[in-house]
């Protein structure tokens, strides 16, 4: 079983009508990648988002990948790059 | 394995300047306060002349004209401020510069309009060059100075200040440059651009950080921001950085010593960076193609976010910047960009990567494929549909007039 690809949200602390959004957005994916996200979400003001510097939320990782800051992806074209990724895992 | 080409924001500090402040600091006799009449104090001093008359040499002026400052910004201020304050005539309170500028010198200004001056702001054509005629037409009885930068910080575009400085000389009207981002990269000669007034900044050039000058031409009315000692002229009172002048002078020796052979490298450097525009769809060059400092380029990639493309280059050990860095934590597209008629789409997709003295063809290869491949993988989230067909003169790349072709 290959490792799973990690998306990772940083959302705003509260608020942000974007930020849900993505938050159902993830979800979304979980459903059509079964058993190979591994997804999370952080506060912009917790610690663990630090790592990133300034961002503008919701900023949504794959893998290493900064897919989308402060915008919500199309679930179609995230999938997209979703399958890419799992296809050549960097 | 760290790439940096964010070299207009800052650069790194050189070897041989930190052992010229080092040896100041840290030498025998040991450094004292240069006002001081004592024995270390004179030595002390000796540094300061020193530096000063380096300085001087290298932008034409005379060694009683360099005001040590503690950076570009206090510069400017000194320039704007001093000048508004130092003025001899009360009618002249109107100061003239572009929508382009820094934020030292617009910040200044609109600080000034809250203390009753008057500003007018010249517009720039879609590469970010001002006309001079603007500056000609913007001169009333009461304006008092001009202020202009002689590079912009983030897209190159070299100003055309010789003309303005002609311009202010014929009318009898001050011309402050803001050439923080010009010196040690482009012969600057304070006679030559007829300015009264120019700002520098030794972190620009492989100096120290907070540490700048300003060149003020004889008999420029001026008054002092900080009162105190008569340090600098009675004109920037406190005691002297003596490392860190010490340092912007060694800095400004070295690159001015090396200048030619610098441009010539980064002129080829920036053909590589040239490839990404020909080898990806939908990426305008912002900067003007040939008056344009040759170590920074300033490119839109539409459909993507330039801060969103900013960190992966960043996750992927490449250090850029979206826009410039003081404005890098306020997510307001650049108002440079927007002054010089791009979309809020175009100016958020923007870039700008700016080499420094020891950047390798291999770090800008190594940026190009980088780039090539992120940019290729941020669309598959972000395109639209058209993407690829857009072109330079596409309405989504700017919302401002189009440049009008010079006459024939």
Redesign the interface.
Known sequence: MPEPLALTLIVAPRGCPKCTKCRELLAQMQERFPDQLDCRVHSADDPAADQFGVVLPPLLMVGNFVAAMGSVPDADKLAQLIERKLASPA | MTIYLDHNATTPLRREVWDAMTAVEFGDPQRANASSVHRLGLGTRRHLTNARETVAAALGAQPADIIFTGGGSEAINLAIKGTAWGRTSRTAHHFISTVIEHHAVLHALDWLQTQGHAVTLCPVDITGRLDPQAVAEAITPDTLLVSLMLVNNEVGTIQPVAEVGAICRERGVLLHVDAVQGVGKLPVNVEELQCDLLSLSAHKIQGPQGVGALVVRPGTPLCSLVHGGPQEGKLRAGTENIAGVVGLAEALRLAEAEREATLARWRELREILYRVPRELDAVRVNSHPDLTLPNCVNMTFMYC?G??LT??L??RGICVSTSSACT??D?KPSHVLKAMGLSDMAAHGALRISMGRQTTAEEVTTTVETLKE?VT??R????PGDIGKCKDDCPCFVTGPRPTAPAA
């Open positions: 976010d801060m969103a960190m992966n960043s996750m890098a934590g997510l992120i993988d941020l598959l989230v972000t395109k």
